[in-house]
């Protein structure tokens, strides 16, 4: 990520969570195939560039991007059916942002619905920057994590012949 003035003007908004113990565990898990850091950090700011390009609350978007996915633990152990991780995680995420940063009721309500249309969808725009972003990321992310399974599997059989 290049670091210009208008970035600058980013981190500092977030700087107190990318600095938190806690947050940065959030690098230890896998995530569509990169870390759920990486992940959080891409949906964050995005949501911050587009909220300021539409004149909304970019703070909000920020922090509320960064924190989405704020839970610790594996995806594949911590719940048992897809379902079930869809509809929990955004509650947890948001009690955790709530319990290490004293999150807004909006940044609340955006995290708990950033799952939508698994979850209620939410009542700001900021709240659907933030999970139209994370389905962007999500994607991207996994088209490069399918791309690298794909040329790897190439690659494999060139091998062979
Ligand atoms: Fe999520
Ligand atoms: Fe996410």
Redo the contacts with the bound molecule.
């Keep these: 990520m290049i670091v210009n003035k208008e970035d600058a003007l980013y981190f500092s908004v977030v700087d107190y969570i990318i600095k938190d113990k806690t947050f940065r565990k959030t690098a230890n898990f896998q ?2 195939g990169t870390t ?1 850091l990486r ?2 950090m891409r ?1 964050s700011y995005l949501s911050y560039k587009i909220a300021k390009k539409l004149g909304l609350n970019q703070k909000v978007a920020a922090i509320s991007g960064l924190l ?2 704020f839970y610790l633990q594996d995806e594949s152990k911590g719940f048992s059916n897809f379902m079930k991780f869809q509809k929990l995680h955004p509650k947890i995420a948001a009690a955790n942002a709530i319990k290490h940063f004293k999150v807004s009721d909006k940044e609340k309500e955006i995290i708990e619905t ?2 939508w249309p698994f979850t209620k969808p939410s009542k700001s725009l900021e709240g659907w920057i933030v999970s139209l972003t ?1 389905k962007t ?2 994607a991207y992310e996994y088209s490069i994590k399918f791309r690298k399974a794909l040329s790897y599997r190439l690659k494999k059989k060139q091998s062979q012949i």
Aim: charged share 25%; hydrophobic share 25%; glycine share 8%.
């Design positions: 995530h569509h759920r992940h959080s949906v989405h996915d950033h799952m994370d990321v999500g």
